[in-house]
Structures are given as structure tokens and as C-alpha cells.
């Protein structure tokens, strides 16, 4: 590769990522919101049994912890009240922080309605509500609020709730450092590669820039080839990676809807995104623990650098996967749900899928190599992880003590991530990209160090 | 400038010869435990060395297992040598056994694309010379159809086109020509010695002695892993007759 052109994609690498930052500083803002909150839903109880009676009031106070309270939501119960207003009044350790009103009119019957607040609050301290209505009326009781959305409260149609959001302004400073730091690491080491460059050294990153540059036209051919074989003969074709999820999903959506009653919301949706997240992870691993074996009389006879095979049939899993989105949108517009700004952060969960996979892969299809046991015992070892991973059943089913032993399964990572950004339209909490990333990047280096390490074995065991 | 486009130093290549050949988990267990897990090491190439100039022809001779194969294999990058270095200046392309990288169940444009890609053409490249190969090869309208109603003949045009369309540096050929009908064997030969002229090396195995003495400028005699003799196709050529 010569040195200009090397120089030319590390700065629009460098673009790309500056480009990256900003917009996911946009997303940030809205989407982001777990810095203080840390389940989705779950709001705080605000009030319970009675009623906010005419000129009444009613106080609730919600935990502190931010630096800045973005947005209250609360469910009203609007009993018979069409006029008048409902005066809501923050504040913190007796200061006034904002004063809303709310006209009755608009408030719908448990219906979310969101207030606005967007101020600086402190820290340490909660903050109190206080709700007050000025207007009386002879007919009792005018204003309550509810929320339908609690149920892992006994009794828990009387709890009035609110949720709220707010932001800690130090974890947006976080998140330049965290970008920054990138940033710098991503200058150093292209800066380090172009000194190796100009010194001609060999270097393992130079090769391998080199050499998917030289076989790329090679691995858009292996995996097209991988594709067309796949469904070759079929009369569908390609509409079965469509199908294939759809059809999966009906029967398990049958299954476990009316034999085991399950209570996840939006369960469709729940269920696909979880198969289709899957469904990649175990063709893409099946497909890869034969690679290297499957394709031993190509590996006899030309020199293609070996790691191509393994990484050929992720990719075309990962085109499988990606028609199978096809599905998971129309099932997810049918259920009500929204595209939001959140799924601008989709391709990061699948890219980290697929750089585990790609890990995966390499260790698999080295292994296979010396031990053809290996393609057996991981078809069972597949099924297993399967049921490991809360595809079907709701996280909540898993006893509390073994919770943290559960959260190690990388596929729980991805899937967590990925159903955030589809069931609620927001990004989950900041240490899961942390975990994900980690997550994917260990067996990555691992399958990397151990398919160098005994591909030039290959030839001889074939 | 230098000419020397492959130069080998001191090759070895070594197959661990598994005693009792163990590829299930089980079993590699149990014979680690009871350590019988006992190899040998066979010697396929050693102490080999030698350097091909820039246009040169090389013939390598030998008798059946005497590690010609291995040799070119070795040379094409497909096996790592255990000791030793091989060099090459530019670029190789191997010809070991027909249609190796095909794809039987594509169809023969697809598999133009494919091996083409093997050999590490661009798709541009392709593209250009698509219909040149396919001339070349004299395939006609079969090339829409899948690999696997060809005759073997076919297979080999179709892969002796691909593999010269491009002017290789380096050109790596076991016993390819003896196949095909004399027709396409003199065009191929033909072909051969244009790539030849054009500066291309070639490594040439054959067991046709004949030929080699045609086409070759030198002669490498490989017997039981290490070289026999190397030099003047005549005077090699003689002795293996002799021997």
C-alpha cells in the first residue's frame, strides 16, 4: 500500500469518527437518558389511594442524583374534570426551581403527558412537586394520577406514579473525554502506522489493510457465491431470509403467547428482535466452524490468506441479517411502535455482533481443523446458549442471586442493546457499551491470536 | 535491477507424520493420558536451495513422491516451510491442478469472476477481459451454464485462459498441458511461449522429458526430498534418462 493512500483513509477515518461523535451527541441528549434512571418505566409512586381534591394539593418529591431534571411524565386520572387548571410547583430544599400549569383540558385519561422542565437542579438533594387546583366544583373529586404502567408493586392500580428524566451534566463531560481519548488513540496509532510506512516495517496492521484491500474484490465474490448456493434451486429465493424469521417467530409468538401467557409487552416485537440477533449469531457460528474444513480443496490449491474463509461466511450472514430487519420493521410498525432517533445507534449492536461472531468464528473453524468433534458439540453447545439467552422469556424469570452470572452472556449484551434502542427508543445505560464492547473485542483478539497461530498447521490436517 | 524473481534458501518442509491419526477429542485425550500420543516427522523437502532468473523456464523433474508438488506448493505460499525461506519478486500464479477454485456448481462466467478473483485480478480487470477469456477458451455458449455438465477438457480451457489472461510474473504449472486435445495443448504451448518471451518465469513440472527438453532453460532434479541435480536441461535431463 503506498503511503498516500494510507494517509488519504486515515483522514476520512478521522472524519468519520469526529462525524460519529457529534451525532451521537445529538442522540445523546434525548436518547441517553439512563444516566439517573436506571430501568425503563419505572417511576417513582407519587401518590396513593386519594384523590387531588378541588383546591387541594398534593406534594411528592422524586430522588436526586442529577445535575439537570429534563422531564416529568405522569398518568392522570381525570375524573369528570374539564375546566380549570392544575398549577404544578418544583422545587429544591424550599427553592423555587419552576412553576407549570397545566389546563385540564388537556389532560386525557391515562394518557402519558409530559412536562417539560429542563432546569439546573442540585445533586444532592431530592426535589420536591407539589400539585395544586385552584377551581372548585360540587362533584367530589376532579384530578388524580395513575400509572398503569407499574406491576411489580402489589396492588398496584392505586399507585400513582410519575417517571422523569434527568441528565448529570458530568456524564456528558465524560462522554467528550471517552470521545476525545478516542480520538487520540485513533491519531496515535494511524501516526504510528505511517511512521511503520515510512520506515518500511513490517507490521501486522499494514498487512492486513493491505491484503483486505488486495481481496476484497475476492471476499464480495466468496460471499455472493455463499449466497447464491444458499438458495439456489429454491423458488422463493432470497425472500426466505424474510420468511425464515417471520415464520420462526409466529410459531414461537403462538407457542408463547397462549401456553405459557407471557406478560412481556410488545411480545412480537420482543420475540423477533431477540430471534433475529440470534438467528445471525448461530448461522454465522455454524456456518464458520466449517470453514476452514468445508473449504480444504480451495485451501490445497491457491494461496488466499486463510482468515478470508471464516470472515467470507459471517458476512454473508450478516447480509442475511440484515434482510431479516425486513420483517422486524413491519412487525414493529404493526405493533405501534415508532421509528425514533434511537435507531441511528442500531448499526452499533450489530457491528458488535458482528465482530463477536467474526471472534467466534476464527476460534471455531481453527478448532474444527485439528478436532472435527468440535462442529458437533457446538450445534449442542449453540442450543444451549440459546436458552441462556432471554430470547423468548422475560429477564425477570431469572432468580436475583444469579442475575450478574447471567448478564456475562455476550449475546445478553447485544440483544439488551438492540431491543432498547427497537422496544424503547433509547439507548441503554452508558457501561453497556462499555460490556459490549469488551465483550466482543476479548474473543476477537483471541480467535485472531490463536487462527495466527496455527493456520500455517491447516494444509497439513486438511 | 535485479532479475532474481524466486530464490529459495535451504527449504525445508515437514509433515508430522500422526502415527495414528487423531481428529476426535476423545481419543487425543485418552493418548495424551496414556502418552502415546507419538509423532514422526517426515522430511517432505530439505535443504533445498536454489534461485529462478526473471524469464527463465525452470523444468523440475523427479519421480513420483519425490516432493515436486510440494515444492510448487510450497512456492505458491499454499504450505509454510518448517525451515528455510522462499522470496519471490512479483506476482504468482499457480496452476497446481485444474479448476482448483472453482466452483462446480456456478456457472462458468460466475466461476470466470471467482477464480479471477482468486488469482487476485481486480473486478475492472475482469470486466475487460471477460470476453477474451472466454474466446480464448473456446467455450461458446456453455459459459451460462453450470461447471458441473463440462467435460474436463472444458475445464481446463476455461482454466488455462483465466490463469494466463493476465501476464503473471511468475508462472507455477504442474503437468496442466497434458491435458486438453492436441488442438488446445499446441495453442496452450503456444500461449506458453508468448508469456515466455513476455518475461514471465515459469516453474514447470512434467514427467515428459520431451517437453521439458522443449521448452526449459534449466532443469531441477529433486529425488527423495533433496536435489539430485540442478542445471543444463541437456546434461540433467541426460542423467535422469541414464540413472
Redesign the interface.
Known amino acids: 500500500m503506498k503511503r498516500t493512500t494510507f494517509q488519504k483513509a486515515a483522514l476520512m477515518g478521522a472524519a468519520g469518527l469526529i462525524i460519529f461523535t457529534f451525532v451521537l451527541y445529538w442522540l445523546v441528549y434525548d436518547v441517553w437518558r439512563y444516566s439517573v434512571v436506571d430501568v425503563p418505566h419505572v417511576g417513582v409512586p407519587l401518590y396513593s389511594g386519594e384523590n387531588l381534591l378541588q383546591g387541594g394539593e398534593m406534594h411528592s418529591s422524586i430522588p436526586g442524583g442529577m445535575d439537570r431534571l429534563d422531564t416529568l411524565t405522569v398518568w392522570p386520572h381525570v375524573a369528570g374534570m374539564q375546566e380549570g387548571t392544575v398549577t404544578l410547583e418544583i422545587s429544591q430544599d424550599s427553592t423555587h426551581i419552576a412553576l407549570h400549569s397545566i389546563a385540564a383540558a388537556e389532560l386525557v385519561e391515562y394518557t402519558p403527558y409530559t412536562v417539560e422542565v429542563r432546569a439546573l437542579v442540585d445533586e444532592s438533594s431530592p426535589i420536591d412537586l407539589r400539585f395544586t387546583t385552584e377551581s372548585r366544583r360540587d362533584d367530589g373529586a376532579i384530578l388524580s394520577f395513575y400509572c398503569s404502567k407499574l406491576d411489580n408493586n402489589e396492588g398496584s392500580s392505586d399507585l400513582m406514579t410519575l417517571d422523569y428524566y434527568g441528565v448529570k451534566d458530568r456524564n456528558l463531560t465524560f462522554y467528550w473525554i471517552v470521545m476525545g481519548s478516542l480520538l487520540i488513540l485513533y491519531t496515535a496509532f494511524c501516526l504510528w502506522l505511517d511512521d511503520c510506512l515510512k520506515k518500511n516495517r513490517k507490521n501486522f496492521f499494514i498487512d492486513l489493510f493491505r491484503e483486505l484491500r488486495q481481496y476484497s474484490f475476492l471476499m464480495s465474490q466468496l460471499v455472493s457465491r455463499d449466497f447464491n448456493n444458499k438458495y439456489r434451486q429454491s423458488i422463493l429465493g432470497v425472500l426466505w431470509s424474510v420468511l425464515n424469521p417471520l415464520l420462526t417467530m409466529t410459531v414461537m409468538y403462538l407457542v408463547f403467547s397462549t401456553l405459557f401467557k407471557s406478560t412481556v409487552e410488545h411480545f412480537a416485537v420482543y420475540l423477533l428482535s431477540g430471534i433475529t440477533m440470534f438467528n445471525f449469531f448461530t448461522e454465522s457460528s455454524s456456518l464458520g466452524v466449517d470453514s476452514i474444513t468445508g473449504n480444504a480443496s480451495m485451501l490445497n490449491k491457491v494461496y488466499v490468506p486463510r482468515y478470508i474463509y471464516p470472515i467470507c461466511r459471517v458476512f454473508s450472514s450478516l447480509i442475511n441479517l440484515l434482510f431479516s430487519l425486513i420483517p422486524l420493521f413491519i412487525v414493529m410498525l404493526i405493533s405501534g411502535l415508532r421509528f425514533t432517533k434511537a435507531f441511528l445507534l442500531l448499526p452499533i449492536p450489530i457491528i458488535l455482533l458482528f465482530l463477536f461472531a467474526c471472534g467466534m468464528s476464527l476460534l471455531l473453524s481453527t478448532s474444527n481443523v485439528f478436532f472435527r468433534d468440535t462442529k458437533f458439540l457446538w450445534s449442542v453447545v449453540v442450543m444451549m446458549w440459546t436458552y441462556m439467552t432471554p430470547l423468548f422469556y422475560s429477564e425477570s424469570i431469572i432468580p436475583a442471586r444469579f442475575l450478574s452470572l447471567y448478564h456475562m452472556n455476550p449475546m445478553y449484551q447485544y440483544i439488551y442493546f438492540f431491543r432498547n434502542i427497537i422496544l424503547y427508543g433509547l439507548s441503554p445505560q452508558p457501561i453497556i457499551y462499555l460490556y459490549s464492547v469488551l465483550t466482543c473485542l476479548v474473543p476477537l483478539a483471541l480467535g485472531i491470536w490463536v487462527f495466527r497461530k496455527h493456520q500455517n498447521k491447516f494444509v497439513l490436517y486438511l | 535491477m535485479d532479475d532474481t524473481m524466486i530464490r529459495v534458501n535451504d527449504l525445508g518442509i515437514c509433515?508430522?507424520m500422526d502415527r495414528n491419526k487423531t481428529?476426535?477429542?476423545?481419543e487425543?485425550v485418552v493418548r495424551a493420558l496414556k502418552r502415546q500420543n507419538s509423532y514422526e516427522d517426515f522430511w517432505a523437502l530439505r535443504n533445498i536451495s536454489f534461485d529462478v532468473k526473471r524469464g527463465e523456464v525452470l523444468g523440475i523433474i523427479g519421480h513420483n513422491g519425490a516432493g515436486k508438488s510440494t515444492l510448487l506448493?510450497a512456492i505458491?505460499?499454499?504450505?509454510?516451510p518448517a525451515e528455510g525461506s522462499i522470496e519471490c519478486n512479483g506476482k504468482?500464479v499457480?496452476m497446481?491442478?485444474l479448476g482448483?477454485?472453482f466452483?462446480y456448481?456456478?456457472s462458468g462466467r460466475?466461476n470466470v469472476?471467482?477464480n479471477g478473483?482468486?488469482?487476485?485480478?481486480?473486478?475492472n480487470f475482469i470486466d475487460e477481459n471477460y470476453q477474451a477469456i472466454v474466446d480464448y477458451s473456446e467455450i461458446g455458449d456453455f459459459i451460462h451454464m453450470p461447471l458441473k455438465i463440462y467435460s474436463s477438457g472444458m475445464i481446463a480451457r476455461l482454466a488455462f485462459s483465466i490463469a494466463t489472461m493476465v501476464k503473471p510474473d511468475i508462472l507455477i504449472v504442474d503437468e496442466i498441458l497434458s491435458v486438453g486435445d492436441e488442438y488446445f495443448q499446441e495453442k496452450s504451448y503456444k500461449r506458453m511461449m508468448e508469456l515466455m518471451q513476455g518475461g514471465t518465469t515459469v516453474l514447470f513440472v512434467s514427467h515428459s522429458l520431451a517437453q521439458i527438453r522443449l521448452m526449459c532453460s534449466r532443469v531441477l532434479w529433486i529425488e527423495h526430498g533433496t536435489i539430485q541435480q540442478f542445471g543444463e536441461t541437456n546434461q540433467v535431463c541426460d542423467s535422469y534418462q541414464l540413472r
Open positions: 509433515f508430522r481428529t476426535n477429542l476423545k487425543y506448493k505458491s505460499r499454499i504450505i509454510d504468482v499457480p497446481l491442478e482448483s477454485g466452483d456448481e456456478l460466475e469472476y471467482l478473483a482468486v488469482l487476485g485480478y481486480t473486478k
